[in-house]
């Protein structure tokens, strides 16, 4: 890692058991005060202490912002307009995403039933070409010796719920705060003029793409009602905060943004689908029936994964979601543009003989093909092809397959199997399944150092830094372009270097900042 002008030869600095109380004591209440929080693990609080659901404690945070290197932090902002312009072009592309679904439908059900709803809109006729992406591209540093230059390689790019943004420009927040007093204080102390924080504007930008679908909506669909925006969450929900700010920045500014928050689980009770042309979404008050809100925009934070379609009714309220005049975000199509699958290809590697896939997705750009593919790092199929051939056999080898992770089609922490557990996992399932996973070459990214606070206790060592960069994007499916497309901002999670997952929801991972060296 880059030292850089100001960064302590011993980064984070030790601390003594009253520096720690101190900075602890700082942390807990400026994040309850601030919303930087999530609801207790169930198992974790007694029922007699919260029969209500009412308490909330401090999201996983580390106590200092983590090294990130300028230039790979600058690298993955810079390119992610060209990122949501990809998938953006990919969910256009329904014989490229049929192709995929293909390989993948006779073993995959939840990937089936997804492209069996669009199937069933587009034999109706879609009646809104208007999609919504919020995106989150994840990326790791990668550096194989110390004497190499650090570069990003991807993790993954998420088009369903992509979370943490709320969370992440408060993580951003209470760091400079914690940068005014508290580090100067210590013993070994760090000068806020020495920290390079970078301002985080993730809430408020994301907020702006969902403000930019709903004004587009009001002016483009002619509405029959008051116009509303619906978050589509799971229920409970530990991380309602992130989402709460969100919500909270659409209404600011004296903004007249109605949004309601409606479990998956009661769209069909919730909903209705108004018997026009349009097929207008409606949305009924659960406290005055009578009063109808016109829904623009669905923006999906629950829906991503098959815990949440425990049954026939959950696939009927996504369809009824599909074929509404509502603009998604996202679509059937865009979610799927998000499955592994999609990555691998895009990543395989390509020759003069055979030009990279990119050039059907980004036309007359050569540059931005070139800054994406240096982003790529080596993804193999584990399918029939010659190089999933060559794939299984390295897969199922205890000793080859160290510096690999086997991922699924799925979104969320916890579904990834990791180096020498791959063999088992995969001997465990029929050969037939296999081809809907891919294998990922692990990335190495050089050593950073910090402490994490997690259920009040502190985790101190060696962590492991996964970047992500947000994007808005708004297009027309059925002409191609783009009406509104920016970068929004930035999550930093950050895991101990023993955990491989690093999902804060999934209680892996913890929030972080970057400090830029």
């Known amino acids: 890692m880059p030292t850089g002008k100001g960064l302590n030869e011993e980064y984070p600095p030790k601390l003594t058991a009253a520096e720690s109380g101190q900075i602890l004591s700082t942390i807990k209440d400026w994040s309850i005060a601030n919303g930087l929080a999530v609801r207790p693990q169930v198992s974790l609080v007694k029922a007699e202490a919260d029969p209500h659901g009412i308490l909330a404690t401090t999201a996983p945070v580390t106590l200092f912002p983590s090294p990130f290197p300028r230039v790979c932090f600058e690298q993955a902002k810079s390119i992610q307009k060209a990122y949501n312009k990809l998938y953006a072009a990919i969910a256009q592309d329904q014989d490229f995403l049929g192709n995929i679904v293909q390989e993948i439908l006779e073993v995959d059900e939840f990937i089936a039933q997804l492209w069996q709803v669009h199937l069933q809109v587009k034999e109706e006729v879609y009646v809104q070409n208007l999609s919504l992406g919020l995106f989150r591209s994840d990326y790791m540093v990668h550096q194989n010796t110390s004497d190499d230059a650090p570069t990003i390689k991807q993790v993954e790019f998420n088009t369903i719920a992509s979370s943490f943004g709320g969370l992440s420009s408060q993580t951003s927040r209470l760091h400079k705060h914690l940068s005014l007093l508290d580090y100067s204080l210590l013993e070994n102390s760090l000068e806020a003029k020495n920290l390079d924080l970078p301002e985080n504007k993730s809430t408020k930008s994301l907020a702006a793409g969902l403000q930019a679908a709903f004004d587009t909506y009001k002016s483009t669909s002619q509405p029959i009602h008051e116009c509303c925006i619906v978050f589509l969450v799971q229920d409970p929900e530990r991380n309602i905060f992130d989402q709460r700010h969100l919500e909270y ?149 205890p000793s080859d397959c160290k510096g690999y992770v086997l991922k699924p089609q799925r979104e969320g922490g916890g579904n990834n199997t990791y180096r020498t557990a791959i063999p088992t996992f995969l001997k465990s399932l029929p050969e037939t399944h296999w081809k809907s996973y891919i294998l990922m070459e692990i990335i190495t990214p050089p050593p950073v150092h910090n402490i994490i606070l997690r259920n009040g206790v502190l985790e101190q060592g060696g962590v492991i830094c996964e970047l992500g960069v947000y994007g808005t994007c708004l297009w027309d499916q059925g002409t191609g372009e783009v009406l509104y497309n920016e970068e929004a901002g930035y999550l930093l999670r950050t895991k101990g270097d023993k955990s491989e997952e690093g999902g804060v929801a999934a209680g892996f991972g913890s929030m972080d900042s970057c400090r830029l060296v």
């Open 249 to 397: 920045a659409l209404q600011q500014d004296n903004s007249s943004t109605p949004v309601f928050r409606l479990p998956f689980g009661e769209i069909l009770s919730r909903t209705s689908v108004a018997d026009t042309s349009k097929r207008q979404l409606l949305y009924h008050l659960p406290s005055n029936p009578s009063k109808v809100f016109e829904v623009a925009v669905v923006y999906f934070r629950a829906g991503y994964g098959p815990s949440d379609y425990p049954d026939e009714s959950a696939w009927k309220a996504r369809l009824q979601i599909e074929r509404s005049n509502a603009i998604k975000c996202p679509t059937v199509l865009t979610q799927l543009a998000g499955a592994k699958k999609v990555q691998q290809v895009l990543a395989t590697p390509t020759s003069s003989e055979t030009p990279s896939i990119l050039n059907s997705f980004i036309k007359d750009s050569p540059k931005e093909i070139e800054e994406l593919e240096k982003t790529f790092t080596n993804i193999y199929p584990l399918d029939d092809s010659p190089s999933g051939l060559s794939a299984r056999k390295l897969a199922t080898d």
